[in-house]
């Protein structure tokens, strides 16, 4: 466990967020080999299948990530107050409502599945690949929300080194059960599919046992899912549905915007597929300085240390502004050969669109930097409201530009349409991290 409310802040925060670090690259490595073992051995049919619906996939584990580290936010303040008891009841109810969202968004989007695929656009062609392999990932969402609610819980505790050595090993599975389900069995998409979920519960198993083994406080029993904290019941659903719907938003704008990008063609969805999996691979360092200062600013606005928190949104600011430097670099030098490396395509239009999309985003990340980190913060010390608006309005601005700029410019449209969204909702992130009580009176 680490304690984030003692020491020098400079250092605990890239200590703690190493880590996270390392496990974002590991998870983004997996998904850009997983799209080349696609590409390679299954072809771009059947990789722009996957591509068609990967904004669906995001919507719904972003979703379930999100409630699950919103549950960790409560935990983290429990664990900065010196709460035991608190920080197992939250525990007991992570397990609990977790579980009980995540059957009732399987259930749902296995019943209606068909219409999704149809309101998503998803060329007629592709439709029962991408549904082989959209299913799968949907049947095995439980194990992903018991996976990150045990993971969150840990890096709640400042532990986010055990984290990362479980997803090192669940990638490693994952890479190499992608390999024998499609080239020894032969399950095409489905295969890639299978090979997520199952790696997925062999971490579920691994990190579970080891917070058996390693924290006895955590040791949950009957009568902790039956001791019912209503306060705590209130404010772990107010945080989990902020962040989960927070993450929602998001992805229902790029959602949204799917649907336009899968009427521009194959050739375009193929492009946009690999632009999206770099831009993961360079908005990596957001998310994780998002999550670490979501739980750095949760530990010490419970041990009352507003002095600390207010240094610490300025370092992390700072460090991933850097990162936004070597970014855009990156994409002007390397664009064209990344491109490459994630589908195996060199048809013109695919790299040209890629690059394009990829060398006009970066140079607008400082902005998105601040939304992460601003965003994250405020959901640490207690505002479910203000993340949720500026998401809200990224969503409602990716809606409008499907509706319009793609129409008329195509895949232009695609490529200004998150630049243009960032400058509004980081509005209100900015007014509020500014005029925040607690902070103001730290």
């Known amino acids: 466990m680490k304690d984030l409310t003692k020491g020098n802040p400079s250092a605990l925060i890239l200590s703690f967020a190493f880590p996270i670090f390392c496990g974002s690259l590991l998870q983004i490595t997996y998904n850009v080999v997983d799209t080349r073992i696609v590409g390679t051995y299954l072809g771009e049919d059947a990789l722009a299948a996957v591509g068609a619906t990967g904004t669906l996939s995001n919507l719904i584990l972003g979703f ?128 890639a599919a299978a090979s997520t979920v199952l790696s997925q519960f062999l971490s579920v198993i691994v990190c579970a046992v080891y917070l058996w083994k390693k924290y006895e406080i955590l040791h949950l029993g009957p009568e902790d899912f039956r001791d019912r904290d209503v306060d705590l019941v209130k404010k772990m659903v107010g945080s989990g549905l902020s962040m989960g719907f927070m993450s929602s938003l998001v992805n229902i704008g790029s959602l949204t915007l799917q649907t336009s990008i899968n009427k521009l063609g194959e050739d375009i969805i193929l492009a946009h597929t690999a632009a999206r999996k770099i831009s993961e691979i360079y908005m990596l360092m957001f998310s994780v300085f998002g999550q670490t200062m979501a739980t750095y600013c949760g530990q010490n606005l419970g041990a009352g240390k507003i002095g600390r928190i207010r240094k610490g949104i300025k370092l992390a600011v700072f460090y991933t502004c850097i990162w936004c430097t070597l970014a855009m670099l990156i994409s002007y030098t390397l664009g064209a050969q990344l491109v490459y490396l994630v589908t195996g395509s060199r048809r013109e ?21 601040v939304i992460c980190i601003v965003r994250n913060a405020l959901q640490g010390l207690g505002d479910h409201v203000t993340p949720l608006i500026s998401s809200f309005l990224e969503m409602a601005g990716k809606v409008v530009i499907a509706a319009t700029l793609v129409p008329w410019f195509q895949y232009t449209g695609v490529i200004v349409a998150e630049p243009i969204v960032w400058f509004i909702m980081v509005i209100p992130l900015i007014i509020q991290i500014l005029r925040m009580p607690v902070l103001r009176k730290g």
């Open 64 to 191: 379930l990530i999100g409630l699950s580290n919103g549950f960790a936010i409560i935990t983290a303040q429990r664990f900065g107050a010196k709460d035991h008891s608190g920080l197992k009841k939250s525990f007991a109810m992570s397990l609990l409502l977790g579980t009980a969202t995540a059957l009732v968004v399987t259930a749902a989007g296995l019943l209606f599945l068909s219409p999704i695929l149809r309101f998503l656009n998803v060329p007629e062609t592709l439709h029962d690949l991408s549904g082989q392999y959209i299913s799968i990932i949907i049947a095995g969402l439980i194990t992903a929300l018991l996976y990150n609610v045990l993971a969150a819980t840990l890096r709640a505790m400042g532990n986010t080194v055990i984290p990362l050595i479980i997803l090192a090993v669940s990638v490693t599975l994952n890479i190499g059960g992608d390999l024998f389900f499609v080239l020894v069995l032969k399950w095409g998409v489905g295969g």
């Open 349 to 369: 239009v695919v790299v040209l669109n890629a690059t394009n999309y990829l060398k006009f985003d970066t140079l607008f990340y400082y902005v998105t930097a």
